[in-house]
């Protein structure tokens, strides 16, 4: 077995080796080529919730599972209740040695929602443009789930056998946001837990930035995130007709509530993680915003750091618990004054902080009694519970990094997004979010317009991950 599995690396290492910055024109491996093929079926299967089918795209894959090998008892095709298009996939692969904890891969095939008539290009369609390709789950998450199930099916094709056993969890409900949508996860470990239990899983959520000159700056484990929690603010009126407006309209209210909330800045709240990155990360950069995250790691009160930091998005957001208002509904009628006005309010809080203390800084800042701070009626995830700082688990990922991104750092992070980990936490599987994607947040569309990856991140990082778990699989 372990003959076959150098052989397997050994190739995978010849192909890096040879081609480590694959340029989207160039020609593809056979490999890649059959790669490409799933990951457009996936990409061009809409599964959005409103009218996509993940059952559809489960079956799909499922279908190619089983032609390179796998048999019906090894592979669960569930539908929840009630569902009939939110079905996901489970695949187990025995191991030959049942002593060694199971691994297994999740990854999300639902997306979020995206309007045709919003985006420059089909979201729905596959498009390779400029070394990127287009589409709605082009990141997030379906180039983890193409990648996860090719690797199983060329682990059948190559007749490479894993040393413990390997799982495959394809789950639909990740995006959802609100309490019509069953989170695929969240249902098997309440009904179907056997089919996720195991020693330990590699998820979305790591990942990286896109360096000045191209490829990743640096790799993230995810080995800790934030929780959401949602909140709505109201304001009620009697309202009356529109030919006689009042000063307590309460649209005007609600908005001049939601300008005070855009000024909210929490404190920075630190953990050992999210200061040794801030550190690290801070010590490689060469330029202002890297000298401010030395100095805040060191020493958070700096406020000519902290004024730095603000003002870079996706760095302030890993420091302290953030709140954006994200959805409005008012008024009944154009002729008639508003009677109720709310907003939505989503809160992603920084472990160590509750709802309770982040509703009460909502409060706080807008000053209003008569704006209603409620706790939202939508399904929350469970408290995140960060995995354990394994080096079983952290010194291969750094180890097989150096070889596919050499001078690249490989190091944890705390994500700011939440993810299906905190659903596995809750059954006892510590969760990692696998390093090996990387994304220019600035410009990714993730959950927004265009979204997109690079053809260069998508094929280096799916060598990377395809070596990672196969050291996995047979350690």
Same mark, same amino acid.
């Given at each position: 077995m372990k003959s076959r599995l150098s052989s397997f690396l050994a190739t995978a290492s010849l192909a890096i080796a040879c081609c480590p910055s694959l340029a989207p024109a160039a020609p593809l491996r056979p490999d890649q080529t059959a790669f490409r093929d799933l990951y457009k079926e996936l990409v061009e299967t809409n599964t959005t919730s409103s009218v996509g089918s993940c059952t559809q795209a489960a079956e799909q894959i499922a279908g190619r599972l089983r032609k390179a090998g796998f048999s019906d008892d090894q592979l669960v095709l569930y539908v929840p209740p009630g569902r009939p298009r939110d079905g996901g996939l489970v695949a187990t692969w025995s191991g030959s040695d049942k002593a060694e904890p199971v691994m297994l891969l999740l990854a999300h095939i639902d997306v979020v929602e995206a309007k045709r008539e919003d985006w420059v290009r089909d979201p729905f369609k596959l498009i390779e443009e400029g070394g990127y390709f287009y589409g709605r789950g082009t990141s997030d998450d379906k180039a983890q789930a193409a990648i996860f199930s090719d690797l199983l099916i060329r682990w059948k094709q190559t007749g490479f056998h894993p040393r413990r056993t390997v799982k495959l969890a394809l789950t639909c409900g990740e995006e959802g946001s609100n309490a019509k949508v069953l989170n695929? &996860?969240?249902? %098997?470990? &309440?009904?179907?837990?056997?089919? !996720?239990?195991?020693?330990?899983?590699?998820?979305?959520?790591?990942? #990286?930035? /896109?360096?000045?000159? #191209?490829?990743?700056?640096? %790799? #993230?484990?995810?080995?800790?995130?934030?929780?959401?929690?949602?909140?709505?603010?109201?304001? /009620?009126?009697?309202?009356?007709?529109?030919?006689?407006?009042?000063?307590?309209? &309460? =649209?005007?209210?609600?908005?001049?509530? !939601? /300008?005070? !909330?855009? /000024?909210?800045?929490?404190? =920075?709240?630190?953990?050992?993680v999210s200061r040794a990155y801030f550190a690290k990360v801070g010590a490689m950069r060469k330029d202002a915003v890297g000298d401010a995250m030395e100095r805040l790691a060191a020493q958070p009160d700096d406020a000519k750091a902290q004024a730095v930091i603000a003002a870079d998005p996706s760095l302030n957001s890993i420091i302290r618990t953030t709140c954006v208002a994200t959805l409005l509904e008012a008024g009944h009628a154009i002729n008639a004054l508003p009677q109720r006005a709310t907003a939505s309010v989503n809160c992603r809080i920084v472990p160590g902080e509750t709802a309770d203390e982040t509703k009460a800084a909502i409060e706080r800042v807008i000053v209003d009694p008569e704006i209603k701070v409620l706790r939202s009626d939508i399904a929350e995830r469970p408290v995140a519970v960060p995995p354990p700082l394994d080096p079983a688990i952290l010194k291969p990922m750094e180890q097989i990094g150096a070889k596919h991104f050499p001078g690249v750092p490989v190091m944890p992070i705390q994500a700011t997004g939440a993810t299906d980990a905190t659903h596995l936490a809750r059954i006892g599987v510590p969760t990692y979010g696998i390093p090996g994607l990387w994304n220019d947040p600035a410009t990714a569309g993730t959950h927004g317009l265009n979204e997109r990856i690079s053809a260069d991140a998508l094929y280096r990082g799916r060598d990377y991950m395809d070596d990672l778990i196969a050291y996995y699989a047979a350690h």
């Amino acid at each position: 077995m372990k003959s076959r599995l150098s052989s397997f690396l050994a190739t995978a290492s010849l192909a890096i080796a040879c081609c480590p910055s694959l340029a989207p024109a160039a020609p593809l491996r056979p490999d890649q080529t059959a790669f490409r093929d799933l990951y457009k079926e996936l990409v061009e299967t809409n599964t959005t919730s409103s009218v996509g089918s993940c059952t559809q795209a489960a079956e799909q894959i499922a279908g190619r599972l089983r032609k390179a090998g796998f048999s019906d008892d090894q592979l669960v095709l569930y539908v929840p209740p009630g569902r009939p298009r939110d079905g996901g996939l489970v695949a187990t692969w025995s191991g030959s040695d049942k002593a060694e904890p199971v691994m297994l891969l999740l990854a999300h095939i639902d997306v979020v929602e995206a309007k045709r008539e919003d985006w420059v290009r089909d979201p729905f369609k596959l498009i390779e443009e400029g070394g990127y390709f287009y589409g709605r789950g082009t990141s997030d998450d379906k180039a983890q789930a193409a990648i996860f199930s090719d690797l199983l099916i060329r682990w059948k094709q190559t007749g490479f056998h894993p040393r413990r056993t390997v799982k495959l969890a394809l789950t639909c409900g990740e995006e959802g946001s609100n309490a019509k949508v069953l989170n695929g &996860a969240g249902w %098997l470990v &309440a009904n179907r837990p056997e089919l !996720l239990k195991a020693g330990f899983a590699f998820n979305e959520g790591g990942g #990286g930035k /896109t360096a000045p000159n #191209g490829g990743p700056e640096t %790799l #993230g484990v995810e080995v800790g995130q934030k929780s959401p929690r949602n909140f709505v603010l109201e304001v /009620t009126n009697p309202g009356g007709h529109s030919s006689v407006p009042r000063p307590d309209n &309460a =649209i005007y209210r609600l908005a001049s509530g !939601l /300008t005070k !909330l855009s /000024t909210l800045q929490f404190p =920075i709240h630190f953990n050992p993680v999210s200061r040794a990155y801030f550190a690290k990360v801070g010590a490689m950069r060469k330029d202002a915003v890297g000298d401010a995250m030395e100095r805040l790691a060191a020493q958070p009160d700096d406020a000519k750091a902290q004024a730095v930091i603000a003002a870079d998005p996706s760095l302030n957001s890993i420091i302290r618990t953030t709140c954006v208002a994200t959805l409005l509904e008012a008024g009944h009628a154009i002729n008639a004054l508003p009677q109720r006005a709310t907003a939505s309010v989503n809160c992603r809080i920084v472990p160590g902080e509750t709802a309770d203390e982040t509703k009460a800084a909502i409060e706080r800042v807008i000053v209003d009694p008569e704006i209603k701070v409620l706790r939202s009626d939508i399904a929350e995830r469970p408290v995140a519970v960060p995995p354990p700082l394994d080096p079983a688990i952290l010194k291969p990922m750094e180890q097989i990094g150096a070889k596919h991104f050499p001078g690249v750092p490989v190091m944890p992070i705390q994500a700011t997004g939440a993810t299906d980990a905190t659903h596995l936490a809750r059954i006892g599987v510590p969760t990692y979010g696998i390093p090996g994607l990387w994304n220019d947040p600035a410009t990714a569309g993730t959950h927004g317009l265009n979204e997109r990856i690079s053809a260069d991140a998508l094929y280096r990082g799916r060598d990377y991950m395809d070596d990672l778990i196969a050291y996995y699989a047979a350690h």
